[in-house]
């Protein structure tokens, strides 16, 4: 691999932030959903990508958990990665690794009613698919957006592509922006979503009740990282709606202009294209989706310690957004003031002290 350089902090473009919790590898979904277009706007925004390990703690924060997140962490960044982040010109950084976010979001805290999270779907969603009742729901995960907002408003980001069940939660960061704006200073820029592409990508499996949607927690995925056979045999188990939703999402692209899914849907209905046809048809595009990226993974892969010296490089950098940020937030608040007027009396009266009499 070539000498890396960081990117540039002198670039005009607005600010892009978004990422992903690391609980595991990332599927086809995510690459159609919203990795394809992280990609295609790394030249058009300064984009940072954020490993958001702390958001793993509000549902999980057991020991445990805790011990699996340095293969999980790394395996985010090795799908990134292999997907076409380009490291010069995006920055990857792990959020743990960044305590002056912890500082913002105490801060931040002050500036939304905790009747806005608590009447959020998503929270409710997250606790549930972790096992937690309402009694139990800890501070964390009620304050879950208000980390998110953190994140975003540290590196003053102007665009947060997001899953639709995350929208709401980019409303809260441009709502505590606003207040902060008014109340103190005009530090931040008013943070939007905006919905990364739905795939409407089934699960593997055969034909069921529910052909519910590609997801880690329902174990139905094909990785990114997984091998040419894995794909394979994983594609090979679809059957009835959840083909047909492979064929809208791989063969028509997503929007179907040239009517190729569509053909596909009346060959196969007809009985002139069996599923073992379909099958090897999706096999034959998700290959030509996954191959590029398992050589690029193969590279960096090969190359030892290249994964963690990226995030290293890129937490860094993120470090000094994030102190930057909080400083002008302290300053606007009075708080830096404070101390400084306290420092100010302190250091006279060394000096006094140090006057003969
Ligand atoms: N909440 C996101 C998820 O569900 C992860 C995340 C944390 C995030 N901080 C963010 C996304 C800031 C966009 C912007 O995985």
Redesign the pocket.
Known sequence: MPERSLPSTAAQKDRL?????PTGPLHLGHLLGSLQSRVAMQDSHECFL?V?DL?TLTTRPERDRIAELPRNVRAVVLDLLSVGIDPEKSTIYL?SGVPAVYDLAILLQMLIPASHLRSLASIAQMAKVAGVDDERMSLGLLG?PV??AA??LMARAQL?P??G??LA??EIAREVAQSFNEMYAEVFPLPEGRASRVPMLPGIGPDGPAASKMSKSAGNTINLGDTADVVASKLRTLGGARLRGFIDALIGNGDDDDGQAKAMHAAHQAGKLSDAAVHDRLITETEALLAPLRERRAAFEADEGLVEEILVDGTIRAREVAYATLQQVREAMGLEPLWKGLIDVAERRALDRKKPY
């Open positions: 932030l978004t990422g992903d919790r954020i958001a958001h959020q879950y980390l998110q994140d975003i947060i997001v899953g069940d995350n939660h980019v």
